[in-house]
């Protein structure tokens, strides 16, 4: 009864869940928003609990502007952002509007604005484009239970941590369930052009993910980029793109828009 009931959540879905991403691209979104955003919501909440947050006024400081700069591009009200004393050169955005970013990043960066902004512009654009829910929808997540947002506050059981992993959290918890290289690059484009269009200049993410590539040199990868493809094929694909980041930079800057954050 149960697997008859599954096959038919399934053909509906098929039937009535195509959308479309920011870049054109056909998705599969079986969940609805509000719970995928219910889970964000959660998983932010539980690592607010568990993981230290930075009090350097400076750090918090340029986090916000930066991320208050990018928001403004997508609308969707308020974001919350939050620095967590973490040594790791990583950052995340999660469904629900929540931003964040760990002190290592800032600490690559130098406090380079520009370089961070492509990280946050990054983060924000997997929100964007829904990815969470598109890996959710392809897991069929929603056959596993319905559960997900109450297990949200428990990450060390099973469902908690199948959870954390579809909104690519599962590294905190031993379960890594990352985003495919086509939405790690479809992130980049979307991330490079909300940046130029915040006033930052797209040009500084070429060196940001330079910095990203000697940061793992003879190491594991490092989380951040874990499942993105070779860092000479990301670096090549967003040269490619620069041209029409470019364009939405000077029009930005012919606006007005020239952050000042760091």
């Known amino acids: 009864m149960l697997k008859k009931i599954v096959s038919i959540l399934i053909t509906s879905c098929l039937l009535t869940a195509c959308a479309t991403s920011p870049t054109g691209r056909s998705q599969l979104l079986v969940m609805p928003d509000a719970e995928v955003d219910q889970m964000g919501l959660q998983s932010f909440a539980t690592l607010k609990q568990q993981k230290p947050i930075s009090q350097n006024p400076q750090y918090n400081q340029i986090a916000n502007c930066i991320a ?51 990280v946050i512009g990054h983060e924000v654009g997997h929100v964007l484009a829904k990815h969470s829910n598109e890996r959710a929808s392809q897991d069929m997540a929603v056959n596993q239970g319905l559960g997900m947002v109450q297990a949200m506050s428990n ?20 379960i890594l369930k990352p985003y495919s290289r ?62 029409q ?18």
């Open 68 to 118: 208050g700069a990018i928001t403004q591009e997508v609308g969707g009200g308020y974001w919350e952002v939050v620095v967590f004393e973490d040594s790791s050169p990583n950052a995340f955005a999660l469904p629900g509007n929540k931003i964040g970013v760990y002190t290592g990043m800032i600490t690559l960066v130098g406090g380079n604005q520009d370089q961070l902004a492509a």
């Open 245 to 262: 980041a470019m364009a939405l930079f000077q029009q930005a800057q012919a606006m007005g828009k020239q952050p000042h954050c760091q």
């Open 155 to 174: 990450p060390q059981s099973t469902m908690g941590q199948t959870a954390m992993g579809l909104l690519g959290l599962g590294a905190e918890y031993g």
């Open 182 to 243: 086509t939405h790690e690059s479809e992130a980049d484009m979307i991330g490079m052009d909300l940046m130029a269009k915040a006033g930052f200049d797209p040009n500084q993410s070429i060196i940001l993910w330079q910095k990203m590539d000697q940061a793992s040199q003879g190491q594991q990868p490092i989380e951040f980029m874990s499942t993105h493809p070779s860092h000479a094929t990301r670096i090549q694909q967003l040269q490619q793109h620069i041209p």
